[in-house]
């Protein structure tokens, strides 16, 4: 950047020097005395400026994008590293397409100004700085009229200012329509199915008008900077072109110091500009650096307490005791509830939607922490525990089956990325998957598509399954896991969570009580808190208990 600056600033010293030079000639000078006069003092230098500026140049746009995009990759990763550091609960508080357009759009902002910044900041200034020595070396007065300029520096503050905030509005909206048109897309089938195309395409379309207004109010400030310093050019020349036609009919300069002042002027005209707007891209820039450090900075409440253990050789006893648990916006979930599985039990937690039950599963793997009372794992606090220890012993399947847009072996291999080939297909035939597997087009290696879309719902549970038993886990919580499967598919799953939960204290959420009626112990939650507990024949015999009732509900 020195060297280009350099080589730039040069230009009006060349010009002066050359003007200078052919001033000198004498009529008699033929072309051969010329050569040999200024040749051998011009030529090298009309060669050597262009020939330094233009590799400098180059030199210097590869190393300004390699930092820049290095620097924002690093703060992409680091962004990463402190989202899956964070607690589970604010993947809830945030739209996942808010957080999504910070690593997309928010990050090309911020490139984008990097660039400009490295670029303008230093390369320009420097040509700015080395033009102005050449100019002042040339025609130290002529070159004070550039002072007009200092007049622009207090509205582009003012302008970039108010830039910041409408930066920070125009980023905030792209994030609500990343949310919007994944929501739309997600629910294509819904979409479809009821007809609400043109709904949809209203609803997105304002949100598209809305950033429209929002980008335009942004554009209008920007705007503003380039007609304050065009105007502020022009008056500056005029006052050179004046006060140099003066210098010259008075003696005062040679016609190639005027020259090599006014080339100067035109070499400054477009890096004053640059950095006159830089403020606007480091105000837009800067509004989207603070959404990026506002996850960087966001500090997990859920962490490893000083001190905290091992969980080794757990047995799998896990006692809830008088839990209560509010959510963030105040919402009481657990009001004191007490919950008991003895290694190897099968315990089953029943009751209407919102009782309580999915908030006990979240609680136990501390996806959240209690507000009061404690959760122990073999008699410790789980708070008491390291969480890689405490979450490496339990192992979830979910009616919401996540799976990745990779292959059927690599799914599975998440419950363990250690496990072998050999580990992998012993899994799936646990959890009686190999079969279909076998029948994909390339079997274990059949990448199955964003979210598991070519596969069956039963199939998506099976992998599930198998990842569960590849996990081995000592406690085993079972999300609803079969509420969403037809009959057939369900009785397949069912007798591979039979395989699964063998030797495993399994904690199970479930709607069908078809499916819970072989558990040990039958909590029924009502309004966060245990209203019965039993068997299924005790409960079943109950009259007008809530369990007899959805018995008699569901199997009439």
Same mark, same amino acid.
């Given at each position: 950047?020195?060297?280009?600056?350099?080589?730039?600033?040069?230009?009006?010293?060349?010009?002066?020097?050359?003007?200078?030079?052919?001033? #000198?000639?004498?009529?008699?000078?033929?072309?051969?005395?010329?050569?040999?006069?200024?040749?051998?003092?011009?030529?090298?230098?009309?060669?050597?400026?262009?020939?330094?500026?233009?590799?400098? @140049?180059?030199?210097?746009?590869?190393?300004?994008?390699?930092?820049?995009?290095?620097?924002?990759?690093?703060?992409?990763?680091?962004?990463?590293?402190?989202?899956?550091?964070?607690?589970?609960?604010?993947?809830?508080?945030?739209?996942?397409?808010?957080?999504?357009?910070?690593?997309?759009?928010?990050?090309?902002?911020?490139?984008?100004?990097?660039?400009?910044?490295?670029?303008?900041?230093?390369?320009?200034?420097?040509?700015?700085?080395?033009?102005?020595?050449?100019?002042?070396?040339?025609?130290?007065?002529?070159?004070?009229?550039?002072?007009?300029?200092?007049?622009?520096?207090?509205?582009?503050?003012?302008? $970039?200012?108010?830039?910041?905030?409408?930066?920070?509005?125009?980023?905030?909206?792209?994030?609500?329509?990343?949310?919007?048109?994944?929501?739309?897309?997600?629910?294509?089938?819904?979409?479809? $199915?009821?007809?609400?195309?043109?709904?949809?395409?209203?609803?997105?379309?304002?949100?598209?008008?809305?950033?429209?207004?929002?980008?335009?109010?942004?554009?209008?400030?920007?705007?503003?900077?380039?007609?304050?310093?065009?105007?502020?050019?022009?008056?500056?020349?005029?006052?050179?072109?004046?006060?140099?036609?003066?210098?010259?009919?008075?003696?005062?300069?040679?016609?190639?110091?005027?020259?090599?002042?006014?080339?100067?002027?035109?070499?400054?005209?477009?890096?004053?500009?640059?950095? #006159?707007?830089?403020?606007?891209?480091?105000?837009?820039?800067?509004?989207?650096?603070?959404?990026?450090?506002?996850?960087?900075?966001?500090?997990?409440?859920? %962490?490893?307490?000083?001190?905290?253990?091992?969980?080794?050789?757990?047995?799998?006893?896990?006692?809830?005791?008088?839990?209560?648990?509010?959510?963030?916006?105040?919402?009481?979930?657990?009001?004191?509830?007490?919950?008991?599985?003895?290694?190897?039990?099968?315990?089953?937690?029943?009751?209407?939607?919102?009782?309580?039950?999915?908030?006990?599963?979240?609680?136990?793997?501390?996806?959240?922490?209690?507000?009061?009372?404690?959760?122990?794992?073999?008699?410790?606090?789980?708070?008491?525990?390291?969480?890689? !220890?405490?979450?490496?012993?339990?192992?979830?399947? $979910?009616?919401?089956?996540?799976?990745? @847009?990779?292959?059927?072996?690599?799914?599975? =291999?998440?419950?363990?990325?250690?496990? !072998?080939?050999?580990?992998?297909?012993?899994?799936?035939?646990?959890?009686?998957?190999?079969?279909?597997? %076998?029948?994909?087009?390339?079997?274990?290696?059949?990448?199955?598509?964003?979210?598991?879309?070519?596969?069956?719902?039963?199939?998506?549970?099976?992998?599930?399954?198998?990842?569960?038993?590849? =996990?081995?886990?000592?406690?085993?919580?079972?999300?609803?896991?079969?509420?969403?499967?037809?009959?057939?598919?369900?009785?397949?799953?069912?007798?591979?969570?039979?395989?699964?939960?063998?030797?495993? %204290?399994?904690?199970?959420?479930?709607?069908?009580?078809?499916?819970?009626?072989?558990?040990?112990?039958?909590?029924?939650?009502?309004?966060?808190?245990?209203?019965?507990?039993?068997?299924?024949?005790?409960?079943?015999?109950?009259?007008?208990?809530?369990?007899?009732?959805?018995?008699?509900?569901?199997?009439?």
């Amino acid at each position: 950047m020195i060297l280009l600056a350099a080589a730039t600033a040069a230009y009006a010293w060349v010009v002066g020097f050359v003007i200078d030079k052919a001033t #000198g000639l004498e009529a008699g000078d033929d072309a051969v005395s010329i050569a040999k006069k200024y040749g051998i003092a011009i030529l090298p230098v009309l060669v050597g400026v262009p020939l330094i500026s233009g590799i400098s @140049n180059y030199l210097q746009r590869v190393l300004t994008n390699s930092i820049a995009l290095n620097a924002v990759a690093d703060l992409q990763k680091q962004m990463l590293a402190a989202s899956h550091a964070a607690d589970y609960a604010s993947f809830t508080r945030e739209p996942i397409g808010n957080r999504i357009s910070k690593f997309v759009s928010d990050v090309t902002v911020i490139s984008g100004a990097l660039i400009r910044v490295l670029s303008n900041l230093i390369k320009d200034l420097l040509t700015v700085i080395f033009t102005i020595g050449v100019m002042l070396w040339q025609n130290w007065m002529l070159s004070l009229a550039m002072a007009v300029f200092l007049i622009a520096i207090w509205p582009i503050i003012a302008i $970039s200012q108010k830039m910041r905030g409408s930066a920070k509005d125009v980023q905030q909206h792209v994030g609500l329509i990343t949310s919007e048109l994944k929501e739309s897309f997600s629910g294509a089938r819904m979409v479809k $199915s009821y007809g609400l195309e043109a709904h949809e395409n209203q609803r997105l379309g304002q949100s598209f008008d809305k950033r429209i207004s929002l980008y335009l109010k942004l554009v209008t400030q920007k705007a503003r900077v380039d007609p304050i310093l065009e105007v502020l050019g022009g008056l500056a020349l005029a006052a050179m072109v004046i006060f140099g036609v003066f210098q010259l009919s008075s003696g005062y300069a040679t016609a190639g110091s005027v020259a090599a002042v006014v080339t100067g002027i035109f070499i400054l005209s477009p890096r004053l500009r640059a950095l #006159g707007t830089l403020n606007n891209v480091f105000q837009e820039g800067l509004s989207s650096l603070t959404r990026i450090f506002d996850v960087i900075d966001e500090k997990p409440a859920i %962490t490893d307490r000083k001190g905290a253990k091992n969980l080794a050789n757990p047995k799998g006893h896990v006692a809830v005791q008088k839990v209560h648990f509010s959510y963030e916006d105040g919402t009481e979930a657990l009001a004191g509830i007490s919950i008991e599985a003895k290694p190897g039990e099968l315990i089953a937690l029943v009751g209407e939607s919102g009782s309580g039950k999915s908030t006990v599963i979240n609680l136990i793997p501390r996806l959240y922490d209690v507000d009061h009372g404690s959760i122990t794992i073999d008699g410790t606090d789980v708070k008491d525990l390291t969480l890689e !220890s405490l979450r490496r012993n339990i192992a979830l399947v $979910s009616q919401d089956v996540t799976l990745f @847009n990779d292959s059927v072996a690599a799914n599975i =291999r998440f419950g363990d990325l250690s496990a !072998s080939r050999n580990d992998i297909e012993k899994a799936a035939e646990a959890a009686a998957a190999t079969g279909f597997i %076998t029948a994909l087009p390339d079997g274990f290696d059949t990448i199955i598509g964003e979210d598991g879309d070519t596969l069956s719902g039963g199939q998506k549970q099976r992998l599930a399954i198998a990842r569960a038993i590849l =996990r081995d886990a000592p406690i085993l919580l079972l999300d609803e896991a079969t509420s969403a499967l037809d009959a057939q598919s369900e009785a397949k799953v069912q007798a591979a969570l039979e395989v699964l939960g063998k030797g495993r %204290t399994q904690i199970v959420i479930a709607h069908r009580l078809s499916t819970v009626q072989k558990a040990d112990r039958i909590y029924v939650l009502e309004k966060g808190k245990v209203a019965e507990t039993g068997t299924h024949a005790t409960l079943s015999k109950k009259k007008g208990g809530i369990y007899a009732r959805l018995k008699d509900l569901q199997m009439g």
